[in-house]
Nanobody, 125 residues
């Protein structure tokens, strides 16, 4: 059974930091691209940052470049998102996702088959 355990969301003031964690089980994590996506109320789901399984190719949305860092631990079957200099517009539910067929750390959400339950991030101004 595929499972994700997400943690690290919360409420933070603008300029603050949060670190999201996603622990995966039930599939060969090492062989899967993984990513973080977010969805704010009334907005479409968007790819925030993704990392592939082979050579560490990484994608960042323009809106988070220089502020967010994705990493993965194959030993812990986990993916992390370090979020610094948070802005109110980063407020959303953040989801981790994985898929074995995604190429080049694609940020297209519909290419990912497995999804976590989401964790809320709220940034106050």
């Amino acid at each position: 059974e595929v499972q994700f355990v997400e943690s690290g969301g919360g409420v933070v003031q603008a300029g603050g930091s949060l670190r999201l964690s996603c622990a995966a089980s039930g599939f060969p994590f090492d062989d899967y691209a993984v990513g973080w996506f977010r969805q704010a109320p009334g907005k479409k789901r968007e790819g925030v940052s993704c990392i592939n399984s082979s050579d560490g190719t990484v994608y960042y949305a323009d809106s988070v470049k220089g502020r967010f860092t994705i990493s993965r631990s194959k030993d812990k079957n986990s993916v992390y998102l370090q979020m610094n200099s948070l802005k109110p517009e980063d407020t959303a539910i953040y989801y981790c996702a994985a898929d074995s067929a995604v190429a080049d750390a694609s940020p297209l959400w519909y290419e990912y088959s497995y999804w976590g339950q989401g964790t809320q991030v709220a940034v106050s101004s």
